[in-house]
């Protein structure tokens, strides 16, 4: 009565080579998972605001720059030059006022209307950069 999955005498061996292959395949398999994770790193964002931590009112408030429908740019309100106007030396000139008077750190807020034309945005965008404004962030229009 031969039976059984044993050799002749009786003996059950133990395969190493399929459990090698496994151990192979999840060591690769895990080598290679490990390689793609992506690391997570945290932004560093300043959303402008008129208030610091401690409640009391910043010495340099945002000057905010508002493009209407019709291409007209206003400075805290204030128009500036004409709405053809594309070197904008009036606005440039008010710009570089502010970061004599305020520093680098004077946050400029660029909010176009929706129906603005994005040619007058960039026309803002290279007067903001032509007057040194460094800390420039976009936001809604009040108009």
Do not use: Y
Request: negative net charge.
């Amino acid at each position: 009565m031969g039976g059984g999955g044993g050799g002749e005498e009786g003996e059950f061996g133990l395969q190493i080579a399929p459990i090698l292959d496994l151990l192979f395949v999840l060591l690769i398999f895990f080598m290679s998972s490990a390689g793609a994770q992506i690391k997570e790193a945290e932004l560093g964002i300043k959303i402008p605001g008129g208030k610091t931590a401690a409640g009391q009112v910043e010495e340099n408030p945002p000057a905010q720059l508002d493009i209407n429908a019709f291409g007209q740019v206003f400075l805290n309100q204030t128009p500036m030059d004409t709405p053809n106007s594309k070197e904008m030396n009036g606005l440039k000139a008010e710009l570089k006022g502010l970061i004599a008077k305020f520093g680098e750190k004077q946050p400029v807020i660029i909010a176009p209307a929706s129906s603005a034309r994005h040619e007058r945005v960039v026309d803002v965008l290279n007067a903001c950069s032509a007057a040194g404004v460094k800390n420039l962030a976009f936001g809604t229009s009040s108009m």
